[in-house]
Structures are given as C-alpha cells and as structure tokens.
C-alpha cells in the first residue's frame, strides 16, 4: 500500500468515530485546548481522551503544539483539504457546498486572548524532501520567489532584517521583519509586519518555521502568532495554506502549481 493510501486510511478510521468526531468540533469551536479542558468540556476521562487523541494526532488531524509544561492541542485543516480534493470535488454542486461550508469552519482558527501566550494559528504538512531542502526553499530568495510570488531576502542570522519583495519586478516589500532565531536545517523564527508604511506602527506578529525529519520526509509546522486582529488572522488562514501547498508541489515534483493558489482563495471567498 502507498505512503498516500496508508495516510488516508488513517483519517478516515479516525473520523469514523464520534467521539474523535466530538472531539474535533470541540477544537473547531475553540482551538488551543489543554487535555484538561477537553476532557472538562467533554465530561471525559483523561485516559480516554488521550487515546482518541492519539489516533487524531496520528491521522494528522489534530496538532499538538507545546507551552512549557502544557501541551496544546490544535485542529489541522489539511486532511480535510485533501479528502476534498480526492474524494470531493467530483460530486454535484449542492452537495460540494454544503461540504465546503463545513471545511471553511474547520479552517477558521480562533482568536485568543491577547493575555495568554499561545499561537494563533498552526498550520503542519508533510513533504517528501530532506529538512535541507526545506530550509533552502525557506530562505533561498529565488525559491521564494517561484512559489510565493515574492523574494524573502536576508542572510538569515539572529539579529539580521528580512524582506518580503515583490517578484514581479516592480521590488516594493510587502513585508519587512528580524530574524529571532536561526537554527539550520530545522527551526527559524522572525517577526512579520505586514504594515511597514503604516502612520500607526503595531507590534509585529511572530512566525516560527519547525523543520521534523524522518526518513524519507519532513513535517512542516508553521505558527503564527501576536496577530493584531482577526482580519489579519483570516488573511493567513487563506494565505498559509495556498503558499505552503505550492512548496510542497516545487519540493515533490520541481513544479510549482499550474495556478496560484492564492488566486483561487480570492476566488471563492
């Protein structure tokens, strides 16, 4: 059976369940729980929940990001974009639709308080490369540029400024930040500021790029966090996905996709 088939089976053993179910509207209602608060909005034991929590972490389906002593427990969109593609999108509209309104929810991540020091978003994929691959198609600025539309320019030491520059020649940055922390081949952290001209600075959010190898592929892990507000939330919601698909395809096949994917958020949003 293919590493694709083994994977799939896996979410759908794991959606089979109601509780596993149960236990993911619960994380779509409210994202970044504890497995004390799961198992209190449950009224569920915690070796029961560590168990349904095992198979939703082994299915991709469930994140779990650690806070110190804590571990976070976050929904992961992904397998649920690609039981879309799959087994999805060849069905008749209506019943496409209906679908989808379920997949936007799952995808819409909750703001927490700004007091509580946690992500905001989370994002993970698989990819089969090397973690030195990743890092390269990272920083690299000609790679950056074939799948993200624009050049992440830097040298990529703690301290150093980055850029995030148009490649459509007209070179006006989108984005500007610091580099806070550099560990090649498996971990970067910087500062996004998406406002770099604004009359009123803000803080800038925090982006964390963790590089896992194993074997024969990489788990990608993304966390966006201090997001200003929850427009800023849904831009990257849409965004993160569609940039994070097209490194996936130029690592895998040294194509990126035959559209942006970003073009087809705007469209159907």
């Known amino acids: ?29 409210h994202d970044g729980q504890t497995l004390r608060e ?12 560590t168990q349904h929590l095992d198979v939703l972490v082994g ?19 992904v397998p649920i974009h690609e039981i879309e593609a799959r087994w999805i999108s060849g069905f008749d509209k209506p019943r496409l639709q209906a679908i989808s309104a379920i997949k936007h929810q799952a995808e819409e991540y909750a703001m927490t308080h700004a007091s509580t020091p946690v992500p905001n978003y989370v994002y993970v994929t698989y990819i089969r490369a090397g973690a030195e691959q990743v890092w390269q198609a990272l920083t690299d600025a000609d790679l950056t540029a074939r799948y993200w539309g624009h050049a992440n320019v830097s040298d990529w030491q703690p301290g150093s400024a980055w850029e995030h520059r148009r ?8 984005v500007v930040g610091r580099v806070l922390e550099a560990e090649p081949p498996t971990r970067l952290v910087i500062t996004f500021d998406d406002v770099p001209d604004a009359e009123s600075p803000r803080e800038p ?37 569609a940039v994070l698909a097209n490194l996936k395809s130029m690592l895998e096949t040294g194509e990126v996709l035959p559209q942006a994917p970003w073009e087809m958020s705007r469209a159907h949003s």
Not at 40 to 48: A, F, K, P, V, Y
Not at 61 to 67: A, E, M, N
Not at 221 to 229: A, G, I, R, S, W
């Open 167 to 174: 490649a459509d020649g007209s070179g006006k940055i989108d």
């Open 38 to 49: 799961l198992c209190e909005r449950l009224g569920m034991t915690r070796q029961s929940a």
């Open 205 to 241: 959010s925090v982006v964390t790029f963790l590089v896992e190898p194993h074997q024969d592929i990489v788990r990608l892990t993304v966390t966006h966090e201090n997001l200003p507000n929850q427009e800023m939330l849904g831009g990257i919601s849409a965004g993160w996905p």
């Open 59 to 77: 299915a991709n389906l469930v994140t779990v990001v650690r806070r110190g002593r804590e571990r976070l427990h976050y929904l992961n969109p």
């Open 1 to 29: 059976m293919s590493f694709e088939a083994t994977v799939i089976d896996s979410v759908f053993k794991a959606l089979a369940d109601p509780t596993r179910r149960l236990l993911l509207d619960r994380l779509r209602e």
